[in-house]
């Protein structure tokens, strides 16, 4: 009997530190991962900014940067995984939105559309997405440090309240800046009759892309208002699953 619960504890504490190491390696690539986040989209808002002082006028930074933007947002990808895997306690399905939704903004609307990347609203969202991710980034970063500065988190669950309203409206003046253009050349679009006998039209995709903002920015919107008044408040906040 003794020897029996001898290998019971055995077994206990060996399993105790396997998920140690697994949790101290899960910290040390989410700490990598967003120090990484956070210096990329800085380098992002220098460039944006050099470019602007430098030129004087915003026609011409989108494609200055177009490269940089789209290595580390569609990088983000990597935060579904992180979700999907649990090492972040954080729904797949909104992550998976929100990461896919700016992959489509910046691959399939404002880089393939070359007619509106001097759009004031393309400046909008993409100076509303360099704050809100450098404040983001930085907040997770600190977070697992153990050394959250107060400005920091203030800042993760205020800022949001004005930015997120303006970059959706950037982002939605876009692609209907876009939709002409899109209309004209027939981008992306399939007509019939063709071989696999399939017809899909970009054009009515974009506007059912801009009619999903309706139902969900109010939920990602108040998800996040949620979230502020249980870390600002202490609040308990009660969740469906998802």
Request: aromatic content about 16%; charged content about 20%.
């Amino acid at each position: 009997m003794a020897s029996s619960e001898e290998d019971g504890a055995a077994e206990e504490k060996e399993n105790n530190n396997k998920k140690r190491t697994k949790s101290a390696l899960a910290t040390a690539w989410l700490t990598f991962y967003n120090i990484a986040m956070t210096t990329g989209w800085l380098v992002l808002t220098l460039a944006m900014m050099r470019f602007y002082v430098e030129k004087g006028t915003h026609k011409g930074l989108y494609r200055s940067i177009a490269r940089t933007l789209k290595f580390f947002q569609t990088f983000a990808l990597v935060e579904v995984g992180h979700c999907a895997i649990g090492i972040v306690k954080t729904s797949v399905i909104v992550t998976g939105v929100q990461v896919c939704s700016r992959i489509f903004m910046v691959w399939f609307v404002t880089s393939s559309i070359r007619q509106i990347q001097n759009e004031e609203s393309v400046i909008l969202f993409l100076v509303v997405w360099t704050v809100t991710e450098i404040t983001r980034y930085s907040y997770y970063t600190f977070n697992l440090l153990n050394h959250l500065p107060h400005f920091v988190k203030w800042a993760r669950y205020n800022f949001f309240i004005v930015l997120y309203p303006l970059g959706v409206i950037g982002e939605l003046l876009t692609i209907y800046a876009a939709l002409p253009f899109v209309r004209r050349s027939g981008m992306y679009s399939m007509r019939l009759p063709n071989k696999y006998n399939v017809s899909f039209d970009y054009y009515y995709c974009l506007i059912i892309v801009m009619l999903s903002y309706i139902p969900l920015f109010p939920q990602l919107y108040f998800h996040m208002l949620r979230q502020r008044r249980k870390v600002l408040h202490g609040e308990v906040i009660v969740e469906k699953d998802d």
